[in-house]
């Protein structure tokens, strides 16, 4: 994001001049007034920073009331400690194709993501394979090989009603044959039932995990911003089941709620990795916690 600033402001449009606008006035009073604390309080939950987060943020303000530093330095601190989790990267063996599997509710923006990201992986001079386990609905895989085509790299797919898991296992096939730096697995977001849902991506990642060793080396959340606290409940599901790497949150653009990556960093105590800030392929940007807060409180 240090790379696109105003393109992280942009992103953030609808939410600064929402609810972050107010609470930047208010945070502009050098001592804040139990009432004014309130205030503050309610605008956090407003913008879907969350119960947990908010009580963070207010008691920090709190604690430091008899400081010199001001509320507004006060709160970018706290909110970029809390958006700061550590990354826990599982590195490919020598050799092996890096594997990234891509989980999500119906869209989120999945296929979008993977589009975003191996268009960047490509321009940086990887080879990008990708793969279409989408198998439940009709236009699942299709979407993606229409951008794989725009993007000018390769797609595996099947048929719909395919098993997910045999795709997965012939993409991961065709990326040890054709030497791909990179496989990039598009999942379903809807089955049946949930339990269905996380049993196809366990079975996805075992299969994968048999072929090659320590894969998938990333497991993508890929969240909607403007889904707020509901979203989160559905993240929590796919957190308990899966070995979370990172989260992608899309449609940052189109919600005024921009809060909710405090939310979501707090609680699910996974990195978020990438902003979703636009339809357009390069509308995908690194996410950088003290970038992000400073935009977030910035005019
Ligand atoms: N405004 C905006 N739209 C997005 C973003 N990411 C994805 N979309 C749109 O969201 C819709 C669903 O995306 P898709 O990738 O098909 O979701 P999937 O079902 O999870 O694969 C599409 O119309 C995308 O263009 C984003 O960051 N911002
Ligand atoms: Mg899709």
């Known amino acids: ?39 503050l309080e309610g605008l956090l939950l407003q913008a879907d ?5 908010t009580e963070k943020l207010i008691l920090t303000i709190q604690k430091s009331k008899d400081t010199d530093a001001s509320p507004l330095d006060i709160l970018k601190r706290e909110i970029t400690n809390l958006l700061t989790v550590p990354r826990k990267p599982v590195q490919a063996d020598n050799g092996d194709p890096c594997i990234w599997l891509f989980v999500g509710v119906n869209g989120t923006g999945k296929t979008t ?33 229409i951008w794989a085509e725009r993007i000018g790299v390769d797609v595996v797919a099947s048929q719909m009603g395919a098993d997910a898991a045999a795709v997965a296992f012939d993409g991961v096939d065709a990326a040890l044959s054709r030497g791909s730096d990179m496989l990039l697995i598009d999942t379903a977001g809807r089955l049946h ?14 299969t994968i995990g048999k072929k ?3 894969a998938p080396h990333e497991t993508i959340l890929v969240m909607d911003a403007t889904f707020g606290q509901n ?59 003290e970038a992000f807060a400073t935009a977030l409180l910035s005019p």
Request: hydrophobic residues 35%.
């Open 113 to 145: 993501t993977i589009a975003k990201l191996g268009k960047r992986f490509k321009d940086e001079g990887k080879r990008i394979l990708l793969c279409a386990c989408d198998t439940y609905r009709a236009a699942g895989s299709e979407q993606l090989e």
């Open 231 to 289: 979203g989160l409940q559905q993240a929590k599901v796919f957190s308990e089941e899966l070995e979370l790497t990172g989260i992608a949150l899309c449609k940052i653009d189109g919600t005024a709620k921009g809060g909710i990556v405090i939310a979501v960093s707090d609680e699910l105590k996974v990195p978020v990795r990438y902003l979703g800030v636009g339809e357009d392929m390069d509308d995908l940007l690194d996410f950088d916690p």
């Open 1 to 39: 994001m240090t790379r696109s600033p105003s393109k992280l402001s942009g992103g953030l449009k609808r939410t600064r001049s929402g609810v972050f606008d107010k609470i930047r006035s208010i945070l502009a009073r050098r001592k804040l007034d139990p009432d004014e604390l309130q205030e």
């Open 49 to 53: 920073v969350g119960p947990s987060a």
């Open 212 to 214: 090659i060793d320590k």
């Open 193 to 206: 039932t949930r339990k269905d849902l996380m049993e196809e991506l366990l079975k996805i990642g075992r």
